[in-house]
């Protein structure tokens, strides 16, 4: 079986899942090719384009691309069998999607909302994406009648029966399941994103060469730690407001950025950076408790990653996170309440024995194998059909 896979970018939570789930399938039976994110100057070109729109489309904070690149002209995509697609703005528009459709089965990894809007890829508290994205509140007025015939376009785009929605979340499946006035051509496959195999690591020599042997480490992991939505503000307040004995016992990781974010100075904190990470073997070695306090989000892989490194988590009850966390017994806080979060986080700094011991089974529930058969699977159905 021979696949495109097309996805914008190789960085952040998609591009990480993106490239995982190639590599999972080139582990099988399967012929797997990348298109899109290594050429240079097609990646400098989609950055700009999305901060364009950002200057000129946007009202709002939130990351819209209702305009996108069509940089796959010139791609030979005949020889393939079938058409994967996972980060898809400023790679290929909507209508060459329906047109690619017409040719092959096309999956659609969703990531976040973005297939099924007028160009947000989170909704927040909006419910326009259930109709026709009328009257957008997060745009321009001069753009909105654009928003509204991406959104008709999308709606056709899901009622193709060519067209196969992916999702790692059940809850980002139901957001899309009522986002469409027509019916979806085909259900939606909810496949968890894949974590490769862990490397082991001595945890008390990662925590030397850190100096911070002693303490109970909090891990706040993102590659743009100062984005609002990574929640990163609630937790420093949670942190902030910890009775000074139990605030005396945590350190504070930071991992990703460039930049080290404004931390209040009562709390003791290390900083990895995004070009020092690669140089860490295992970050999950220094963590005792990895904290996702995202306001959106869809599945994060550093769940998956500390659940497979048997790293406790506390999460926030948005989006996805709640449903991963359930499975596997980790705690859930609504991060916007900050004593209920320094309470959660208390409660795990005083015991620091309590077993969690999921390494295993999250192991197995992520593993390649079981990522790549199911979609295997998928397709043979989609391309047999």
């Known amino acids: 079986m021979n696949i495109a896979l097309l996805t914008t970018t190789l960085s952040g939570g998609a591009g990480i899942a993106a490239e995982r789930s190639g590599e999972a399938l080139a582990k099988s039976s399967a012929e797997v ?6 050429v240079t100057k097609n990646r400098y070109i989609s950055k700009a384009l999305t901060l364009v729109q950002s200057q000129i489309v946007q009202n709002s904070g939130e990351l819209i691309t209702t305009f996108s690149l069509n940089k796959i002209d010139g791609e030979d995509l005949e020889r393939f069998d079938l058409i994967h ?8 528009s909507t209508s060459s999607i329906s047109d ?4 092959k089965p096309v999956f659609i990894t969703m990531h976040d909302q973005r297939i099924s809007t007028g160009g947000c890829h989170y909704s927040g508290n909006c419910l326009g994406f259930k109709s026709s994205c009328s009257r957008c ?8 009648t654009f928003v509204e015939k991406e959104k008709s376009k999308v709606n056709y785009l899901l009622s193709n029966r060519n067209v196969y929605l992916v999702s790692p979340s059940k809850w980002l499946a139901n957001q899309v399941q009522k986002s469409s006035p027509l019916k979806l051509g085909n259900p939606i496959l909810v496949v968890p994103n894949p974590v490769p195999k862990q490397i082991e690591f001595d945890k008390t020599k990662i925590r030397n060469e850190m100096n911070i042997l002693g303490k109970t480490v909090i891990g706040f992991i993102s590659m743009i730690p100062e984005n609002p939505n990574k929640g990163l503000s609630q937790l420093l307040t949670s942190l902030n ?3 000074a004995n139990i605030r005396q016992k945590v350190v504070l990781l930071i991992v990703g950025g460039r930049n080290t974010p404004e931390i209040p100075s009562n709390i003791e904190y290390r900083h990895v950076t995004q ?3 690669s140089s860490v073997s295992n970050i999950y070695s220094a963590i005792d408790i990895l904290a996702v306090p995202s306001l959106q989000d869809n599945s994060p892989n550093v769940i998956a990653e500390a659940l497979c490194n048997n790293v406790k988590i506390i999460g926030s009850s948005f989006g996805g996170i709640p449903e991963l966390l359930q499975q596997f017994n980790q705690s859930i806080v609504d991060v916007n309440d900050h004593q209920s979060l320094k309470e959660e986080i208390k409660r795990l700094v005083e015991n620091p024995f309590e077993p969690i011991n999921v390494s295993t089974e999250a192991k197995n529930f992520f593993s390649y194998e ?3 058969t199911t979609l295997l699977k998928a397709y043979e159905n989609a391309i047999n059909k």
């Open 33 to 38: 090719t990348v298109i899109g994110p290594r």
């Open 85 to 92: 697609l996972h980060a898809f703005y400023n790679l290929i």
């Open 275 to 277: 070009d020092e990470f």
């Open 137 to 144: 509140p997060k745009v321009n007025p001069i753009f909105r």
């Open 241 to 243: 407001h910890l009775d």
């Open 370 to 372: 079981n990522h790549a």
């Open 100 to 103: 690619l459709a017409r040719e």
